[in-house]
């Protein structure tokens, strides 16, 4: 019994899919909060006469939202990979 226990956590991968899940929750996280700080920003643009609040919580947003996809990016173009992240990567990035 124990050896069919070992074949099936084997099989599993119960550490590899905990590991996982903990980096797509931080991923779901960060999307709220990128998607939080735009509304604040657009709300700040209304309520602040200066536009430099409104400016800090897009320039925050845009960071928080935009860096795992250049991280993406950069590590494809390492390994010689060509996909759409590159694309996105440029455009975010200009």
Known sequence: MEK???QVKEHLQFDQLDSQTGRV???IVA?????TLVICGLIA???YDSPAHSSLLGAL??????TPLVFYAVRDL???HN???EL??????T
């Open 83 to 85: 996909h759409m992240n």
């Open 88 to 93: 996105v990567a440029l455009a975010v990035l």
């Open 45 to 47: 643009r209304f309520i």
């Open 31 to 35: 999307t709220l909060i990128g998607g």
């Open 78 to 80: 390492i390994h010689g």
């Open 61 to 66: 947003a845009a960071i928080l939202l935009g």
């Open 4 to 6: 069919v226990h070992n």
């Open 25 to 27: 929750s931080l991923g």
